[in-house]
C-alpha cells in the first residue's frame, strides 16, 4: 500500500522511516513534500536520486515553528520574528546563514538554508511525531509539475514510496521564498504577495528568477508538462483552430480543440487548480497545450511566475 490515511498509526509509521534514514511522501498545503532527515547525508543523496535534481539546488527544510529555527540557523531576528508570526505556519519559506551543524548537502553546496513551518495538519503532526527538521523538496521528478495530489506522487514515483494524504492541497502552488541573506528578496514569487510581506517588513526587492542564480530551483524550464506548451492571448485563444490540442482556457473559447480545460477568474483559485489542470492535459497526449495567458496584474504574479517557465520548453 502506497498512499496511506493520515492516522495516528501511519504518521508513527512514516516517522520510524525518516528516524532509519528512508524518504516519505507527504501533504503540506502548498504542494506534495518528498521528505527525509535534514541531519541525515545518506537521506539526503536519496532525495536528489529519487527526483533527478541537480545537487546545486537546495532544498526546504520544515520545522514545526519559530523555535526550532535555531537548530538550523544561524541568527533570528526581530525581523525573522515578525514574519513568522504573521506568516507562519503557512507558505513563507525564509533564507538564512545556516549553522555550521547543518550539513551543506541539504542546502545545494550553500552557507544558507531555507526554512518554513507548514500548516498543513498532516505535515506538522510528522514533524511532531519525528521532532526534527524534515527536508522535502516538491514529491515530483526534476523540472516536471508539482503534485497537488498523493495519486500524482504515486504516478511519479510508484508503489515503493509511503505517501501520507491529506487530499488535494488547498493553496496548489509553492511557497513563496524570501531570502533575509542581504536585502529582503522574493527569489520565488508565491501566494504571499510582495504586498503582503511589505505591510510587515517594509519594502523588498524582487528578483527575475529566469535570470538570477540565487535560489537554482527557480531557473527556466520548471514545472514543465512533457508536451509542448505555450501561451497565448484571449484574442488567440477565440481564434483557435487545431483538433489535436489542449487548450487551457479562462476567459477565450477556442473554435476547435482536442479538450478544454476550463480555469477560474480568480488567481488564488486558478493557483489552486494549475498544476492538476497542466498534468491532466499532459496526460492526453496531445500536440500540443496552448493555455490562455491570465492578466498581467500583481494578484497573477505567483501564476504567471509558473506559467512562463513551464511554457519554456519551446
Ligand atoms: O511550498 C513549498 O515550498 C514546497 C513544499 C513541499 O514545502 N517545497 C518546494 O520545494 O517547493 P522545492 O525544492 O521544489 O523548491 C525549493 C525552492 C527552490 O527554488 C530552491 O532553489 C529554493 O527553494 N531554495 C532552497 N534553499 C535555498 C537557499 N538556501 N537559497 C536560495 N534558494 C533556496
Ligand atoms: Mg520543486
Redesign the pocket.
Known amino acids: 500500500m502506497t498512499i496511506l490515511l493520515p492516522t495516528p498509526k501511519n504518521i508513527e509509521g512514516a516517522s520510524q522511516i525518516l528516524q532509519k534514514g528512508g524518504v516519505v511522501a507527504f501533504a ?1 498545503e ?4 518528498l521528505g527525509c532527515d535534514t541531519f541525515n547525508l545518506d537521506a539526503i543523496e536519496q532525495i536528489y536520486a529519487l527526483k533527478g535534481r541537480p545537487k546545486n ?4 527544510a ?1 520545522i514545526l515553528d519559530a523555535s526550532w529555527a535555531h537548530e538550523l540557523t544561524e541568527y533570528w531576528n526581530e525581523q525573522c520574528d515578525q514574519l513568522a508570526k504573521a506568516f507562519w505556519p503557512g ?1 513563507l ?1 525564509l ?1 538564512l546563514p545556516k549553522k555550521e551543524r547543518v550539513p551543506k548537502e541539504a ?2 553546496g ?1 552557507n ?3 526554512i ?1 513551518s ?1 500548516s498543513h495538519i498532516v505535515a506538522r503532526q510528522l514533524l511532531e511525531s519525528f521532532g526534527s527538521a524534515i527536508s ?4 515530483n521528478k526534476s523540472g516536471y509539475i ?1 503534485p497537488t495530489t498523493a495519486k500524482h506522487v504515486e504516478d511519479e514515483f510508484g508503489e515503493k514510496l509511503q505517501i501520507i494524504d491529506g487530499g488535494a492541497c488547498e493553496e496548489g502552488i ?2 513563496t ?1 524570501l ?1 533575509l541573506i542581504s536585502t529582503p528578496t522574493i ?2 514569487p ?1 501566494t504571499i504577495s510582495e504586498a503582503d510581506i511589505t505591510k510587515i517588513i517594509g519594502k523588498v526587492s524582487l528578483t527575475n528568477p529566469c535570470e538570477q542564480n ?5 531557473t527556466a524550464l520548471h514545472y514543465s508538462p512533457h508536451t509542448a506548451t505555450i501561451l497565448l492571448t484571449e484574442k488567440e485563444m477565440n481564434e483557435l483552430n487545431d483538433g489535436d490540442c489542449v487548450a487551457i482556457t479562462m476567459n477565450g473559447a477556442p473554435k476547435k480543440a482536442k479538450v478544454q480545460i476550463q480555469m477560474p477568474v480568480d488567481p488564488k483559485e486558478y493557483g489552486t487548480q494549475l498544476y492538476s489542470s497542466l498534468r491532466e492535459a499532459d496526460a492526453i497526449g496531445a500536440k500540443q497545450i496552448v493555455i490562455e495567458n491570465p492578466p498581467s496584474t500583481r494578484g497573477w504574479s505567483a501564476v504567471l511566475d509558473r506559467l512562463n517557465r513551464c511554457a519554456s520548453n519551446l
Do not use: Q
Open positions: 503540506t502548498t504542494v506534495y513534500g539546488n537546495p532544498t526546504i520544515h507558505a519559506t533564507v542546502c545545494g550553500r544558507t538554508i531555507a518554513r507548514p522535502a523538496p516538491s514529491a508539482s509553492e511557497s521564498v531570502s527569489l520565488r508565491g540565487d535560489s537554482p530551483g527557480t
